[in-house]
């Protein structure tokens, strides 16, 4: 019976060719077809904030708790609750709100363009293409909602100052202090809200997207 050389076996077993599980076509289809699902899912998650806050805004609108509670900072500072004061606030809190929707309608039609235009997209180059501008267009969504929510902010709070002006108020100083970091705490803490809720929900998505990302760069480098 011949001898068993199992370091000779091991070399052998070492040098025999590995066959690859998929070939780079393959691999293509399925990091294509894993982008789109991904794109898919933030256009959905955004569809849904965009009807949830428009619901939420018209329930607030006609509640007028958030006119009540715009108005009530206007009277600890001294200002009264006009007629006029009311319908100035009525017209830009609406205006606002109507320019947030568009903002946020206008995001859910570039999502579902590029769900689109990945879904027909066969060519490498013109896959990554379509991922690196969906990424800049979340980011952009994500800076804009956060700045959106600063001018809104800064439109109340001047707005609130002209309303005192225009009656002859002069509030506090220590009122004024109180006011001012109340609302840079306020607004400081809400976008950091926004930041860190577009981070998880959205950054999950985008994550596993990068690294599909990273295969697709990988498969172009080796068919160049």
Do not use: C, H
Not at 132 to 146: D, E, G, M, R, Y
Not at 147 to 156: C, P
Not at 164 to 182: D, M, R, T
Not at 215 to 223: A, G, N
């Amino acid at each position: 019976m011949p001898e068993f050389d199992l370091d000779s076996f091991k070399k052998t077993w070492q040098e025999q060719p590995v066959q690859e599980k998929y070939d780079n076509k393959e691999i293509l289809q399925m990091l294509n077809r894993k982008s789109r699902n991904y794109v898919k899912y933030i256009f959905w998650i955004s569809v849904f904030e965009f009807f949830f806050f428009s619901v939420m805004g018209i329930f607030y609108f006609f509640q007028g708790d958030e006119t009540n509670g715009f108005l009530s900072y206007l009277e600890k500072l001294g200002a009264r609750k006009t007629p006029e004061v009311e319908n100035s606030f009525d017209n830009i809190y609406l205006i606002l709100k109507i320019l947030s929707l568009v903002v946020t309608a206008y995001f859910v039609y570039k999502f579902y363009q590029n769900y689109r235009k990945i879904r027909i997209e066969e060519n490498l180059k013109g896959l990554i293409t379509r991922i690196i501008k969906f990424k800049k267009t979340v980011n952009a969504f994500i800076l804009i909602s956060i700045l959106l929510l600063v001018a809104f902010t800064s439109i109340f709070t001047i707005f609130i100052f002209y309303s005192l002006n225009s009656q002859n108020i002069e509030p506090k100083n220590s009122e004024l202090i109180i006011f001012v970091i109340g609302i840079v705490l306020t607004t400081g803490l809400s976008a950091l809200l926004i930041w860190l809720y577009y981070r998880l929900v959205y950054g999950i998505i985008m994550k596993k997207l990068d690294k599909n990302l990273i295969q697709l760069k990988e498969i172009d480098s080796q068919e160049i």
